[in-house]
């Protein structure tokens, strides 16, 4: 470097490597440089520079990976205005406030709540709460979403009839959202609720040929290596002719079981 800078008519700064070792920010070697000014007021000062580091290129993708998500988290705010989707009832549940009637409902509450703690996006492993009315499925659903908000993941909490709703409505000409926006958004978050599936409307007369089925196929389908939770009040065979089977045997992939039958809550307090 300093034979090159003086072919060239100009005097480059003295060096010497004092170590070189692999940074632990960017995992380059770097080579713990220091430099002496050859020349201006500062002449004869050293510093020390870590020459190879990429800290900084790093720093910067990373400012603009993050950019990017807030970016698609606001817009998904928009798309989905979450509150909306949550019923009141449902906004204030948390694990805390889930106080189990029985034995099996108290062992549902401690496997939901490990998943939430235990959580790892790039592990799929999917939950299905089945059981009767009332037992506290998208309670205890909501109660994990909120755990991983407050991990920092992105999760979406949704009913199945209110999405399919809310898909349909993007084909009104005026919509300001694309069928695509959603896929997309739905496909993305690290965890997705999938509230009452099987109480969706479908044409059981059309079977075959049916719009609801093919799009839960669809949306069920591009989870696939991620993370959801279905809850639903059906029993597998009354689940598997509502949804048909191709659908039923896509929503056990990789999924766990829990029963949540039980007393309705609702009605205890009368
Ligand atoms: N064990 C429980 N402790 C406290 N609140 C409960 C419990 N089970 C249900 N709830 C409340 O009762 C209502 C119905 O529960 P929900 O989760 O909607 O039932 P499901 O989805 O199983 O039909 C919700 O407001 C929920 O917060
Ligand atoms: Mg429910
Ligand atoms: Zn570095």
């Known amino acids: 470097m300093e034979t090159a800078a003086k072919a060239m008519g100009f005097k480059a700064p003295r060096s010497r490597v ?10 380059e070697m770097v080579q713990a440089t220091e430099f002496t000014i050859p020349l201006g ?47 009141k009832a449902l906004q204030k549940a948390t694990f805390e406030n889930y106080q189990p009637t029985t034995a099996a ?29 009332g037992t506290g499925k998208s309670h205890l659903s909501v109660a994990a979403v909120k755990v991983l908000l407050d991990r920092g993941y992105t999760c979406l909490f949704l009913s199945v009839p209110k999405l399919l709703t809310k898909i349909k409505n993007t084909y009104n000409r005026d919509a300001k959202w694309s069928e695509n926006d959603i896929m997309d958004y739905i496909q993305r978050v690290d965890l997705l609720v999938l509230d009452d599936v099987g109480t969706e409307y479908t044409n059981l007369r059309n079977d075959q040929d049916n719009w609801t089925q093919s799009k839960l196929f669809e949306i069920m389908d591009s989870r696939s290596g991620r993370n959801t939770i279905y809850t639903t009040n059906l029993g597998s065979a009354e689940l598997e002719k509502k949804i048909n089977s191709r659908n039923f045997s896509r929503m056990m992939d990789d999924t766990e079981i829990i029963i949540m039958d039980g007393p309705d809550y609702r009605k205890k307090q009368f």
């Open 18 to 27: 004092l170590k070189e070792f692999k940074c632990p920010g960017c995992g």
């Open 41 to 87: 007021p500062h002449k004869g000062e050293t510093f020390v520079k870590n020459v190879g580091c990429r800290c900084e290129d790093k720093e910067l993708a990373m400012q603009a990976v993050r950019n990017h998500q807030a970016m698609l988290d606001r817009k998904a705010r928009d798309m989905f205005d979450s509150n909306s989707l949550i019923n």
């Open 105 to 133: 409902l108290r062992e549902a509450k401690l496997k939901i709540y490990q998943f939430a703690q235990t959580f790892d996006p790039d592990e799929s492993c999917n939950l299905l709460l089945k059981g009767s009315y």
